[in-house]
């Protein structure tokens, strides 16, 4: 059971620290490491909430065994509130779903914009983190979901299709959205160390490619890497989350390591 | 569902009314269905050749909006199982209405048959080209990698834009196509009417851009060239870089 996360600081009216969690390539663990990234960070005291705004195959909900619930499209077309969409999730942090509603945002209408932004500035009073689960890809809607954030962290494999995807993600969070500093978490790994191999070449190609048409240059953090681990799979046919059930695994480990340096950041 | 129309409960030919069927397929050109008339066969002939009738556009020949439709819907189930790309290509011929004003309605019709022409011999035969709207067409191209559907797109432009129609005996013009393009989105399962909307969004940018011209939205590989690509696999992960 993970402890009742404090509480923000008194008197510090914080907003919640927004951050993107987004792919080029489906299937590569983007909604496994934004559901354990943010039970990791509810353990380490933070209030945390996961928006899902992915509409693949695998949602949060799913992962996390979550009854059918409201969502946020129920909230906009006004058959229910905010607070009704906001569940608690089993790792400690609440949950907010866009649901299969969202696919008509693909419009994106100033009134689905302004909509959203609503949401957004309604929630980060009452929270430290906020996680925006986007959908893997280069759509206007996943774009568009990233620009909410205050930072991207783009969730990569060491494999040549999620590479390639990674890649043209950063080039145009970096282009269109002048995004300079942008953090990777690169998931099953196969040895210790080829996070940070995956980060510099990466690094390297945006400096050849990138870089020089940017005043300021697109720098590359590596938030940590999460290592190839059984656990995982197990985790997710049994619809637990990996942080909850076995804390102790390698890959929960090293979730947990990738909070700690989001909460530094 | 099959129990519906299971043989036993099929009324004998004789009692049906086929003479507006017949009528319809003998003037649209279809030969009639083989068999003896009013066997299974026969009858199952003539139902599939009622279908061809309905799913294609008299003039050009090419399926109609409705079978359009269809093939678009079978299109999205298929990316979002098997995750391989596809394309939808959004075309229109650039200021159609001035052509039937100036030379025609007949003349109009020889451009709208000469670009049908155009379009199914520039693809794939797996492509499916369809004539949607008086001008519109679209064309849906299955397992289509973005760089291929970039050069088929453009080439489809080119390929009207070289050819004369010939509109009258001695007469011929040069018409132009603009053409918007968007991929399934391949790990959401998207409806129909959204995909075309996208492609349809792209040929407004081409309009507005001054037409005879090929826009698609951008994918991951549309923005990532050869040469970043082949930086990006110059080392493979499980080398050292030191």
């Given at each position: 059971m993970s402890p009742t996360p404090e509480p923000p600081a008194s008197g510090a009216a914080r907003r919640a620290r927004i951050t993107a969690v987004t792919s080029g390539k489906g299937g590569v663990g983007k909604t496994f490491c934004a559901a354990n990234l943010a039970a990791a960070l509810a353990r380490q005291g933070e209030r945390v909430l996961v928006l899902d705004a992915d509409l693949g195959l695998a949602n949060l909900d799913v992962v996390l065994n979550l009854p059918p619930r409201v969502t946020l499209h129920d909230v906009f077309t006004g058959n229910a509130t905010l607070q009704d969409a906001i569940v608690p999730a089993p790792g400690g942090f609440s949950v907010l779903l866009a649901g299969s509603g969202m696919v008509e945002y693909s419009r994106l209408t100033p009134e689905v914009r302004q909509q959203l932004q609503r949401v957004i500035t309604a929630i980060v009073p009452h929270y430290t983190h906020v996680l925006l689960d986007t959908g893997a890809g280069i759509s206007d809607v996943v774009l568009y979901t990233v620009s909410l954030a205050d930072q991207a962290l783009v969730v990569v494999t060491p494999e040549p299709t999620s590479l390639t995807d990674a890649y043209a993600t950063i080039k145009v969070l970096a282009t269109v959205q002048q995004r300079r500093a942008i953090q990777i978490v690169v998931n099953q790994v196969r040895r210790v160390g080829e996070g940070r191999n995956v980060q510099h070449q990466l690094q390297q190609v945006i400096d050849r490619y990138v870089n020089p048409g940017l005043g300021e240059p697109v720098r590359l953090e590596l938030l940590g890497e999460i290592p190839s681990d059984g656990a995982v799979r197990d985790a997710v046919l049994r619809r637990e989350l990996l942080l909850e059930w076995q804390p102790g695994a390698p890959a929960s480990v090293a979730v947990a390591a990738a909070a700690t340096r989001l909460r530094g950041a | 569902m099959a129990s519906e129309l299971s043989q036993?409960?099929?009324?004998?030919?004789?009692?049906?009314?086929?003479?507006?069927?017949?009528?319809?397929?003998?003037?649209?050109?279809?030969?009639?269905?083989?068999?003896?008339?009013?066997?299974?066969?026969?009858?199952?002939?003539?139902?599939?050749?009622?279908?061809?009738?309905?799913?294609?556009?008299?003039?050009?020949?090419?399926?109609?909006?409705?079978?359009?439709?269809?093939?678009?819907?079978?299109?999205?189930?298929?990316?979002?199982?098997?995750?391989?790309?596809?394309?939808?290509?959004?075309?229109?011929?650039?200021?159609?209405?001035?052509?039937?004003?100036?030379?025609?309605?007949?003349?109009?019709?020889?451009?709208?048959?000469?670009?049908?022409?155009?379009?199914?011999?520039?693809?794939?035969?797996?492509?499916?080209?369809?004539?949607?709207?008086?001008?519109?067409?679209?064309?849906?191209?299955?397992?289509?990698?973005?760089?291929?559907?970039?050069?088929?797109?453009?080439?489809?432009?080119?390929?009207?834009?070289?050819?004369?129609?010939?509109?009258?005996?001695?007469?011929?013009?040069?018409?132009?196509?603009?053409?918007?393009?968007?991929?399934?989105?391949?790990?959401?399962?998207?409806?129909?009417?959204?995909?075309?909307?996208?492609?349809?969004?792209?040929?407004?940018?081409?309009?507005?851009?001054?037409?005879?011209?090929?826009?698609?939205?951008?994918?991951?590989?549309?923005?990532?060239?050869?040469?970043?690509?082949?930086?990006?696999?110059?080392?493979?992960?499980?080398?050292?870089?030191?």
């Amino acid at each position: 059971m993970s402890p009742t996360p404090e509480p923000p600081a008194s008197g510090a009216a914080r907003r919640a620290r927004i951050t993107a969690v987004t792919s080029g390539k489906g299937g590569v663990g983007k909604t496994f490491c934004a559901a354990n990234l943010a039970a990791a960070l509810a353990r380490q005291g933070e209030r945390v909430l996961v928006l899902d705004a992915d509409l693949g195959l695998a949602n949060l909900d799913v992962v996390l065994n979550l009854p059918p619930r409201v969502t946020l499209h129920d909230v906009f077309t006004g058959n229910a509130t905010l607070q009704d969409a906001i569940v608690p999730a089993p790792g400690g942090f609440s949950v907010l779903l866009a649901g299969s509603g969202m696919v008509e945002y693909s419009r994106l209408t100033p009134e689905v914009r302004q909509q959203l932004q609503r949401v957004i500035t309604a929630i980060v009073p009452h929270y430290t983190h906020v996680l925006l689960d986007t959908g893997a890809g280069i759509s206007d809607v996943v774009l568009y979901t990233v620009s909410l954030a205050d930072q991207a962290l783009v969730v990569v494999t060491p494999e040549p299709t999620s590479l390639t995807d990674a890649y043209a993600t950063i080039k145009v969070l970096a282009t269109v959205q002048q995004r300079r500093a942008i953090q990777i978490v690169v998931n099953q790994v196969r040895r210790v160390g080829e996070g940070r191999n995956v980060q510099h070449q990466l690094q390297q190609v945006i400096d050849r490619y990138v870089n020089p048409g940017l005043g300021e240059p697109v720098r590359l953090e590596l938030l940590g890497e999460i290592p190839s681990d059984g656990a995982v799979r197990d985790a997710v046919l049994r619809r637990e989350l990996l942080l909850e059930w076995q804390p102790g695994a390698p890959a929960s480990v090293a979730v947990a390591a990738a909070a700690t340096r989001l909460r530094g950041a | 569902m099959a129990s519906e129309l299971s043989q036993p409960t099929l009324p004998p030919a004789a009692a049906l009314q086929l003479d507006t069927a017949l009528q319809l397929l003998r003037q649209s050109g279809h030969v009639p269905p083989p068999g003896t008339p009013g066997s299974t066969d026969w009858l199952q002939g003539l139902i599939d050749a009622l279908v061809d009738l309905s799913s294609r556009d008299p003039l050009t020949g090419l399926a109609n909006r409705r079978a359009f439709e269809l093939a678009l819907a079978r299109e999205i189930d298929r990316v979002a199982r098997s995750g391989e790309p596809a394309l939808l290509l959004a075309v229109d011929i650039d200021r159609f209405k001035l052509i039937n004003d100036t030379h025609g309605h007949l003349a109009g019709d020889q451009v709208i048959k000469a670009v049908a022409v155009a379009l199914a011999e520039t693809v794939r035969p797996m492509d499916l080209v369809s004539r949607v709207g008086g001008e519109e067409f679209t064309i849906v191209l299955p397992n289509c990698a973005p760089a291929f559907g970039e050069t088929v797109a453009e080439r489809v432009r080119r390929r009207v834009e070289h050819m004369p129609v010939l509109i009258a005996p001695g007469q011929t013009i040069t018409v132009t196509i603009s053409v918007g393009g968007a991929f399934a989105p391949q790990w959401v399962r998207s409806t129909p009417a959204l995909w075309h909307e996208r492609a349809d969004l792209q040929l407004y940018r081409a309009k507005s851009s001054g037409r005879n011209l090929v826009c698609l939205e951008p994918s991951a590989v549309s923005v990532v060239t050869a040469e970043e690509k082949g930086m990006l696999f110059a080392f493979s992960p499980s080398q050292d870089i030191e």
